[in-house]
């Protein structure tokens, strides 16, 4: 299996941490109890603290499906590739407009690929991963040829289950389960996998269901579809609900893990490619391992832009020629669920 091409199409409204403190400053100040502006400093620290410079939202008149649109075009034009020769289109992430039917079928019609099949993977901040196995699985079973995997994470959309809901705080405890709403940002990407390729794909997952909690965003009724829990919906149903401290201390432990079972050599790798949810933490995983000088990150541009993250820094990297046709690269992933990963593989 090797990567064809891969395209990002992110919006044009930056939003920077001091756009970020303003925001919840509004939202929060008609009925906060205690001290708002030491609160807004604790905010203010930790998104210093985890690298955070700034992210990108929609500006009012983009659409998640013309961005979506735009990086599938892109790539397809990257991989001198008929529209016509794709034969599965897998879409992958949180944002979506649509439970039923799944968001791989109006992304298909919007970008006239009408004989493609179609699905959704759905892991939170892991579905492009497991999207890219599923599709190596899907050519070594012969069933086709050619896959686009696409997304758009585009969850900062007003009344959505972010904005403005999590950014009214009422006391300084929400920063706790609130935090990671202010890091996030928003980007559509596109990618092309086909069968073949010089080089297999290594790939390691794990999972802990027992960390389910940690990172939500739950539906009405959702209490009957888990056990009891104090942890999830604290900012309602609906609501986006993180501890992203409690996450990242976690993926401390397992990310390593998953990892080591990788077994990945230092020498000859020339990217690292993570996450985007913190490049303090990812830093400090990838200096522990020997491969600190190779991570590339986009948190400190685009923010946390969930399943995104990885093929829109492949994508940046490309275009700056930090990695090139031939050259070795390893993902590294944590999500909520809490899912684990490390792949490695050539471009």
Known sequence: MRIAAVSAALPSRRVTNDDILALVREHSAAGFEGDLEDALRKVSFWLAYSGSEARLWCDGQERPIDLLARAAEQAL???????????????????????????????????GID????????????????AVQ?????????????????NAEFNMRPGGAVYPDVFTLRHADEITWSFP????????????????GEA??????????????????PMAGYADYSLP?????????????????????????????????LDAPADGVSAVFTHASSRRFWQEMADTVGLGDQIFHVFQDTGNIVSASVPTAIATAVSQGRLNRGDRAIGWVGSAGMSFSAFSFVY
């Not at 004989?115 to 959704?120: S, V």
């Not at 599923?134 to 696409?150: D, I, K, N, P, Q």
């Not at 709403?181 to 073949?196: D, F, K, V």
């Open 77 to 111: 034009e990257q991989a001198e590739m008929a529209r016509e020769s794709i034969d599965v289109v897998i879409y992958t992430g949180i944002g979506r407009g649509f439970l039923e039917p799944g968001g791989a079928y109006h992304a298909a019609a919007a970008l």
């Open 115 to 130: 004989r493609a099949q179609c699905f959704d993977v759905l892991d939170a901040c892991m579905s492009w991963t497991r």
């Open 134 to 150: 599923l599709a190596e699985g899907l050519f070594a079973s012969g069933a086709c040829r050619t896959a686009m995997l696409v």
């Open 181 to 196: 709403a202010y890091t996030l940002g928003e980007a559509a990407s596109a990618t092309i996998l086909t069968a073949g």
């Open 200 to 217: 297999p794909w290594s790939f390691e997952f794990s999972s802990r269901p027992d960390l389910a909690e940690l990172c939500n965003i």
């Open 229 to 261: 829990s104090e942890k999830v919906a604290r900012n309602g149903v609906g609501r986006f609900t993180s501890f992203g401290f409690d996450l990242h201390e976690a993926a401390r432990i397992e990310a390593m893990e998953v990892f080591k079972r």
